[in-house]
């Protein structure tokens, strides 16, 4: 099939796919593209939102439709890396065998992952970047697609262990979710305290899925396009010339250059999934927020004075 075609037929899919996950997800639609966009992309996403806005049961309504295999992983202050990764045992015949922990899945739901010490982070941080893991010296690679969506809740920072700058850089999008609207939160509790259970069928495989990932990467981007982002980028450090008085005024530190990465990517992601063969600038500035959100810390007075990094972010447009 040639890549023109190839595009057509993603599109096509998508819509059904959307279709399928909306049996059981009432709105969060921008949420549900976002997710959508970075596995498409090959990227991990962080998930930012109260208890009960349906976080798992997105996930793994995402993962059905998918045809992906799903593990979710409750991160907790006594969680040890073997815990996730798996651990060696004795046998019956006195020959060490290796059990896989819950981390060899294509889809990990990494439940309130600043709950659990650094340690543990690091380990799930190895399997994020290197599509693999090491286990008492043993290389392990991990089925593709792989992708860890994590979730964090804002409110209850007692006894979190705070994600470092490095590990918040790995994730493509920081996603936040909101309270659902009237009629929104009507539907939903019509739909969930029924005994009518909606069928979610997988759309794909597994295969298909990296087949279109590799897709993406062959989208061609224009060079302005590329300067765009790269120069989007440049302006949130705080430090360049490039920076916007706002930056400088109430930046700490600006994003780095797996941000231009991430941008370019989602960007041709968003292009093709909307039916268009290269990205332009309106699809690196659709992508934009949740790439740069994580990626840029404000400093003490943007706190008090109760600027928003999303403020900050619309203002580089």
Not at 307 to 314: A, L
């Amino acid at each position: 099939m040639s890549d023109v075609a190839a595009v057509k037929s993603l599109v096509t899919r998508y819509n059904a796919l959307r279709q399928e996950v909306a049996k059981v997800i009432i709105g969060q639609d921008e949420v549900v593209n976002q997710i959508l966009i970075s596995i498409f992309s090959g990227g991990h996403a962080l998930l930012i939102g109260v208890p009960g806005l349906a976080k798992t049961l997105m996930v793994n309504t995402i993962s059905e439709a998918l045809g992906l295999d799903f593990k979710r992983i409750q991160f907790t202050p006594d969680l040890m890396p073997s815990d996730i990764l798996g651990s060696e045992i004795l046998d019956e015949n006195r020959q060490f065998k290796f059990i896989k922990g819950p981390i060899f899945a294509n889809i990990i739901l990494a439940d309130e992952i600043n709950r659990t010490p650094p340690k543990t982070q690091a380990a799930l941080l190895e399997a994020m970047q290197e599509r693999a893991v090491t286990v008492s010296g043993h290389h392990y690679k991990l089925d593709l697609p792989y992708f860890v969506l994590a979730t964090q809740n804002p409110i209850e920072q007692e006894g979190t262990y705070p994600l470092p700058e490095a590990q918040l850089d790995r994730f493509m999008f920081a996603i936040n979710l909101d309270y659902p609207s009237f009629q929104e939160e009507v539907d939903v509790v019509k739909a969930t305290t029924s005994n009518h259970k909606p069928q979610v069928n997988a759309l794909f495989t597994a295969q298909e899925i990296t087949d279109f990932q590799q897709l993406i990467r062959r989208i061609p981007v224009a060079d302005n396009v590329i300067e765009y982002a790269v120069a989007m980028v440049g302006k949130t450090r705080p430090n360049s010339d490039a920076a916007s008085d706002l930056v400088k005024q109430y930046v700490d530190w600006g994003a780095g250059p797996r941000a231009s990465q991430n941008l370019i990517l989602a960007a041709k992601t968003h292009a093709v999934i909307n039916g268009k063969f290269s990205p332009d600038i309106e699809n690196v500035q659709a992508v934009a927020t949740s790439i740069l959100r994580h990626r840029m810390i404000k400093n003490y007075k943007a706190e008090a004075e109760g600027v928003t990094i999303e403020h900050i972010i619309k203002s580089l447009f």
